[in-house]
């Protein structure tokens, strides 16, 4: 168990829905990354936050944006879903904005119908 | 553009037969390389961080090497417990915090 926490750990949504995944990191963990993982393009880097601000940004859609909040859990919002957005999604938290080692949660699948 | 590049894809082995697992990458700046196991459906779980050619980690039956084009992953005596997705990454100075992963080496230790 790594202490990284996420909710739902299954969703199930049609095309043109909106969907929001919830992550808490560690706890005293500082930084929270999102990364998306399927089957041809394996694990990508979505956005980082550190302590509430933006520090990062992946091959992230337009339709998908996150937040941290001031008790530093993170949401992802993925909107006007499509069948591609089909894949597992996971947080990561670090301990601060230049540590190395990435703790990861047990992930949200999300499958779009 | 960092690329990360692992081979094999997949490797079946008996338990107790030993081998590695490469990890090829190609960036500007290395911060860091970063071993993951993944087992199905569950979120990688941290193994080892090397941070410069020479560099070793090890643990349990398994030992982590760099130099300045590849990373070794060794598998002594594997035990069926040991079957699972080993995911390498790496961190280069442009890239901000973020890791970029490699498609990973499904391993299946059969007893």
């Known amino acids: 168990d790594s202490g990284v926490t996420q909710t739902p750990k299954h969703l199930i949504t049609a095309t043109g829905q909106r969907v929001t995944l919830r992550c808490s990191p560690r706890?005293?963990?500082?930084?929270v990354y999102w990364y998306q993982q399927s089957l041809d393009q394996g694990l990508q880097f979505l956005i980082q936050y550190y302590n509430g601000e933006e520090r990062a940004k992946g091959n992230i859609l337009e339709r998908f944006s996150a937040q941290q909040f001031p008790d530093l859990h993170s949401e992802l919002n993925l909107s006007s879903l499509e069948l591609g957005d089909s894949a597992l999604y996971f947080c990561?938290?670090?301990?601060?904005?230049?540590?190395?080692?990435?703790?990861f949660g047990p992930g949200t699948r999300l499958t779009v119908t | 553009e960092d690329q990360v590049t692992q081979s094999p894809e997949a490797l079946r082995l008996q338990e107790g037969e030993s081998s590695s697992l490469n990890c090829s990458y190609t960036v500007s700046g290395l911060r860091g390389l970063f071993w993951y196991r993944q087992d199905p459906g569950k979120g990688p779980e941290f193994l080892f961080t090397?941070?410069?050619a020479g560099e070793e980690k090890e643990k349990e039956r398994l030992k982590a090497t760099l130099t300045k084009k590849e990373s070794f992953l060794h598998i002594t005596a594997p035990k069926p417990e040991d079957s699972a997705t080993y995911l390498c990454a790496v961190r280069n100075s442009n890239s901000g915090y973020a890791l970029n992963f490699g498609k990973g080496t499904s391993l299946l230790v059969t007893p």
């Open positions: 990561a938290s670090s301990a601060g904005q230049f540590a190395y080692e990435q703790y």
């Open positions: 090397l941070y410069s």
């Open positions: 706890s005293g963990d500082l930084s």
